[in-house]
């Protein structure tokens, strides 16, 4: 069954402290997401990669940087927590470019910055 | 400016009956449209496709409509079950993009 896995289910960290959210998929997809979920905001794009080392911004990319180096891993960095990034952090990762057989998601981490 | 809407934040359906949940997207760009379904504390899980050649694809008790003049596409789940109570988003993008945008969802309950 393949998977697209996050490191952690729940997470409490401190404002202005430096948050690694990890993302490992399985399926050898190239291109890798992390969206955000907000009540009525629906899912929002943070960041993509479409291939090792290749990053681009998506919609809402302030305050947030990632990393992959290699291209099962996409990370993304909040570089100093804030409480307006509380947040479900989702990773989803695709095989095509346009994603035309869809995203496979993971099961996402609810982050609390307090 | 949100490119991809679902104006009815939550629907009630009793079990047996039909859910039709709505999405209206504004960029006559999109060509291909997704539809997802989401459990609580889960990742959102594929649910069925159209591509803008189409206006109807089916797929057991789900089937997707598109009104290309309209902007507008709708999932018809017939019959509604309890386990279908779920949030469901729609998602759109355009030829040559990675990326899908997606709606703000619509709560879907089931009663049985």
């Known amino acids: 069954d393949v998977k697209v896995t996050q490191s952690s289910r729940y997470l409490v960290k401190r404002t202005g402290e430096k948050v690694f959210l990890e993302c490992v998929q399985d399926?050898?997809?190239?291109?890798m997401f992390w969206y955000r979920q907000d009540p009525g905001l629906g899912l929002r794009l943070i960041y993509f990669s479409y291939d090792v080392k290749m990053k681009e911004k998506g919609d809402i990319p302030e305050g947030y940087s990632v990393s992959r180096e290699k291209k099962e891993r996409f990370s993304l960095i909040l570089e100093s927590a804030s409480t307006n990034q509380t947040s479900m952090y989702l990773c989803?990762?695709?095989?095509?470019?346009?994603?035309?057989?869809?995203?496979?998601f993971g099961s996402g981490t609810r982050l609390t910055v307090v | 400016d949100q490119q991809v809407k679902q104006n009815s934040p939550s629907l009630s359906v009793q079990e047996g009956r039909i859910s039709i949940l709505n999405c209206d997207y504004t960029n006559s760009m999109f060509d291909y449209f997704l539809w997802y379904k989401k459990y609580p504390a889960e990742g959102p899980t594929f649910l069925i496709s159209?591509?803008?050649?189409?206006d109807k694809n089916e797929d057991g008790r789900f089937t997707v409509f598109l009104n290309k003049s309209a902007k507008h596409l709708s999932l018809h789940i017939v019959p509604s079950q309890p386990g279908d109570s779920a949030v469901y988003f729609c998602?759109?993008?355009?030829?040559?993009?990675?990326?899908?945008?997606f709606g703000t969802g619509t709560r879907l309950k089931v009663l049985a």
């Open positions: 159209i591509s803008s050649i189409k």
């Open positions: 998602a759109a993008s355009d030829s040559g993009t990675y990326k899908y945008i």
């Open positions: 399926m050898d997809h190239e291109n």
């Open positions: 989803a990762s695709s095989f095509t470019g346009t994603g035309r057989d869809g995203y496979t």
